[in-house]
């Protein structure tokens, strides 16, 4: 049963990561006026099937001044890394791969195991600008993890509880508690996006802006692209990986993705929960809520928040090494502690 | 620093609006077609610009300037356009004519054969001045821009080649012909 799931997940993540290429390829030609791949198949959409198949061909060259042991191993770790981050993951109501009440905690956790995989990919590649890449990369997601953390347990306070399941019930019609709308109109049996975390404390909505940013940092995206800034660092960490191995770097970036805004969805925009409310005798959250509409809430909130992140990818410009790390500290961890101490606030006076 | 804060926000949100803007417009492509020509080039801001090449084209002009064209029929093989390219890229032989070979369209009298007329395109540079001293404006310059081939060496345009065997006799038949005309002046 749990290799079924695991294959299955599996299965989904690496298609997802060709279809989210593709996908990125076009909305940036898009945004930019051009029409991205066009020749393989109807609309270029094989042009990522393509592509992983041309890098399965190439020859794994090991660089002779490599740590080979470190080379070979780096990719597998980050993608891994990644992927066991899904275990935990909710899909919809009762189907969870890994039903751990911790399970905030987990995938927290998980996520960053992801920085010493990157650190492996540049020290093994002995390359100045791999290794620089790196070092920022590191940099980078340590610092962004703690006002991650921050909103996330800002969250976890509101929510009482640190398994993902219970999170996401607490936000919609199955919750086993009363739900209030900004703290206090009743909208347990209403549902709706009423209920998401985001609208139950409005200063959640300020907490999910700085999980956002965050995880733009953590998955080392644009406008925190410095580990891979390819102006400056030529490739950055992954400068000196080709075929097969730089494919699942590549895979494992766009899973990476997938996986924050799963988080970001479970955590504030009410998980596998439909986004329509009960009016009336229109039961629209009733109506669209089962096991399969679970599963197609939380993937098109998730893919909704992965379009945005492709979206400020190509508008905004890359930050400098000294405004990343100014922002973050200075910034995102006081607003994410000015949440904490809202949320205990909320909890202890509103909430009761 | 309130105001850096607002306006650092609005000037983000500006950029993502535009860019938001160009995305939606991906739906159709902007019309070139017709070029700056048209009336309404200047009001086309929105759509796809990429023209997809092979598949679709921009129109060149009619008479357009691009590879150059030999009108063997017309042809006096004067090598004039020869002398004038700066590039050297034409190479002409000839050899007198002893019969008649008739006229050019425009009547100009042909009293050379063109033992070989090639042009090397990979060569050219496009600037025409052959087409200009051509007296009887048998090489021209067409729209055709595109044309590629896979080894350089066929970018060498042949227009007019003649087999040896015929070189040879054409050239006895000039020899004779001098021959008698000198012995017809009694030399």
Redesign the interface.
């Known amino acids: 049963m749990f290799i079924f799931i695991a294959v299955g997940i599996l299965t989904f993540v690496v298609l997802y990561s060709l279809a989210a290429i593709y996908a990125e390829r076009k909305?940036s030609?898009?945004?930019?006026?051009?029409?991205g791949p066009?020749e393989t198949g109807k609309y270029g959409l094989l042009q990522s099937f393509a592509d992983i198949l041309k890098l399965l061909q190439k020859e794994s060259i090991i660089p002779a001044a490599a740590d080979k042991a470190l080379f070979i191993l780096a990719p597998a770790i980050i993608f891994i890394s990644v992927f066991i981050g899904f275990a935990s993951i909710p899909i919809t109501n009762g189907v969870i791969g890994a039903g751990i009440n911790v399970g905030v905690f987990y995938v927290i956790a998980v996520i960053t195991i992801e920085v010493v995989g990157i650190l492996m990919l540049g020290w093994a590649s002995n390359n100045k600008y791999a290794l620089m890449g790196s070092v920022r990369s590191v940099a980078q997601i340590v610092s962004y993890s703690i006002p991650a953390g921050v909103a996330v347990i800002s969250v976890v306070m509101i929510s009482g509880s640190l398994d993902l399941q219970v999170i996401s019930a607490n936000q919609g019609i199955f919750s086993s508690e009363k739900i209030f709308l900004l703290g206090f109109w009743d909208v347990s049996n209403i549902g709706g996006f009423l209920a998401w975390n985001i609208f139950q404390a409005p200063h959640l909505l300020l907490a999910f802006i700085i999980y956002f940013i965050a995880s733009l940092a953590e998955c080392n995206r644009a406008p925190f692209d410095l580990p891979e800034a390819e102006s400056e660092l030529v490739g950055g960490f992954h400068v000196e990986y080709g075929g097969i191995r730089f494919g699942i770097v590549m895979l494992a970036e766009y899973a990476m993705m997938l996986l924050v805004s799963v988080i970001a969805v479970i955590l504030f925009l009410g998980a596998w929960n439909t986004p329509f409310p009960n009016i009336g005798t229109f039961t629209l959250a009733n109506w669209t809520t089962g096991t399969f509409w679970g599963i197609f809430w939380l993937l098109a909130k998730a893919f909704f928040l992965i379009f945005i992140q492709m979206?400020?990818r190509?508008?905004?410009p890359r930050f400098r090494v000294d405004q990343l790390m100014a922002f973050g500290w200075k910034v995102l961890i006081p607003l994410a502690f000015l949440c904490l101490i809202i949320s205990g606030i909320w909890k202890l006076v509103i909430m009761n | 620093m309130k105001k850096g804060i607002i306006h650092t926000i609005n000037s983000i949100l500006e950029g993502l609006s535009t860019t938001l803007k160009h995305f939606f417009a991906g739906k159709k492509y902007r019309n070139a077609n017709g070029g700056v020509a048209k009336s309404n080039y200047f009001e086309n801001h929105e759509g796809l610009v990429t023209i997809q090449y092979p598949k679709q084209k921009i129109p060149v002009p009619e008479v357009g300037r691009y590879q150059l064209h030999v009108e063997m029929d017309d042809c006096i093989v004067c090598d004039l356009c020869a002398k004038i390219c700066p590039v050297d890229c034409i190479a002409i032989d000839s050899i007198k004519a002893t019969e008649d070979i008739g006229i050019t369209s425009d009547g100009t009298k042909k009293r050379l054969h063109a033992t070989k007329f090639e042009i090397d395109m990979a060569k050219c540079m496009y600037c025409g001045l052959c087409t200009v001293v051509c007296p009887t404006e048998c090489i021209i310059m067409t729209n055709e821009y595109d044309r590629s081939v896979p080894h350089v060496a066929q970018l060498n345009y042949v227009f007019a080649e003649m087999p040896p065997e015929e070189i040879e006799a054409k050239r006895i038949a000039l020899l004779q012909f001098e021959e008698e005309k000198r012995k017809a002046k009694g030399l």
């Open positions: 909305v030609a898009f945004i930019q006026d051009r029409v066009m979206w400020i190509w508008t905004l």
